[in-house]
């Protein structure tokens, strides 16, 4: 099956600092998602994003599909930004594979 | 328009019983997945269910069981606990039509004991 890398596994930031998060996978996708666990266990919806750049306020995110990897930036991040950032693809509309998640710790 | 909902939030059952797990999806979403997410082995797919169907099971064994009702409102039932079972279960859905991105739940948090 596929497989789902994000690098790197903790990031520890100052407030106001850029930060960028990987996601490479093994096979070509039609979906590739990126998600924020908060405290609660909820996972956000960032970008849904097979393949080019989006933004969205402090985020960003890019995906080179023929490369097989994404990209998640984040800037000027706050304290609430901090949790866990999973990236997750799909293909064919079969099921979400998750990579193991960046752990991003902000301080004031 | 109001976002997937669970129930319930928290739970708390003993080796051997069995639970039901409750899931809403979004309004005019017929497709609804389960995930379930364990600090050992990370957030992994159990079912799919399309229009009261089952189209996707991941590889678990046939203790986690689901339906989907004609509402798209979807049930997973687990049967016979074990401890190992204590997780976070996550409800996803979607429309079934492009773009395929999926919206979860605040999931149902399940201990065993």
């Known amino acids: 099956g596929i497989q789902v890398e994000q690098s790197p596994p903790d990031l520890i930031l100052q407030e106001g600092a850029n930060s960028t998060l990987r996601c490479n996978f093994s096979?070509?996708?039609?979906?590739l998602q990126w998600f924020h666990q908060n405290p609660w266990g909820q996972l956000i919806n960032l970008f849904y994003?097979?393949?080019g750049t989006k933004q969205n306020g402090r985020l960003s995110a890019t995906t080179v599909a023929t490369e097989r990897y994404s990209l998640l930036y984040i800037s000027s991040s706050q304290t609430t930004d901090s949790g866990v950032y999973f990236c997750a693809v799909e293909r064919n509309t079969d099921k979400l594979i998750f990579g193991t998640g960046t752990r991003l710790q902000v301080f004031p | 328009k109001a976002g997937v909902t669970q129930t319930p939030r928290y739970l708390i059952k003993t080796r051997g019983q069995q639970v039901t797990l409750s899931c809403s999806p979004i309004?005019?979403?017929?497709?609804v997945s389960w995930y379930q997410q364990t600090p050992g082995q990370g957030l992994q797919f159990l079912f799919e269910y399309f229009s009261e169907t089952q189209r996707n099971k991941g590889n678990f064994p046939g203790r986690f069981s689901g339906r989907q009702f004609s509402n798209s409102r979807s049930e997973m039932n687990v049967s016979t606990l074990e401890l190992g079972d204590s997780a976070l279960y996550l409800c996803a859905s979607r429309s079934g039509t492009p773009p395929y991105e999926q919206y979860f739940g605040p999931g149902t948090r399940l201990t065993v004991t």
């Open positions: 309004s005019g979403h017929r497709s």
């Open positions: 096979d070509s996708v039609n979906n």
């Open positions: 994003i097979p393949s």
